[in-house]
């Protein structure tokens, strides 16, 4: 499934998917765009792969994809890698294949949650690199 054939997620009963939404007392530090489990799931950028991480250290179930590029990283989660740290990716490469967060949060529109890191490890409103995959 191609990064520009996914629809960011609504708000549905475990919130909103936008960035800056809240999730109690913090914020939603990406943007939730909609996927079904199983399907499979390209680099939004060229560059390396650098990490291959779990995204709750109380569930090994769930796993994220990191994607650095010209000193931005770019976390892909709730994706199963199809790719190995070191990997260098162009933005068509599959990287994972999405998986399904029922289990935990049940009730909850499917997707994969998409994060942009600065070198100071700050937050960026993804949004616009997103948009800028569509054709």
Known sequence: MQLFELAFRRCDGHGCG???DSRGSRKHN???LICQAGARVQSPVSGRVTK????Y?????FRYVEVSSHGY???????????AVGDEVSRKTFIGVAQSIASRY???T????FELMNADDEFIDPTPVILAQQP
Not at 52 to 55: E, F, K, R
Request: glycine residues 16%.
């Open 73 to 83: 990283r770019f976390r892909i989660f709730y994706v199963e890698p199809l790719v």
């Open 110 to 113: 499917p997707h994969v949650h």
């Open 30 to 32: 990406g943007v939730d």
């Open 106 to 108: 049940q009730g909850i």
């Open 18 to 20: 936008g960035f800056g």
């Open 57 to 61: 250290a109380d569930d090994l179930n």
């Open 52 to 55: 291959l991480g779990y995204c």
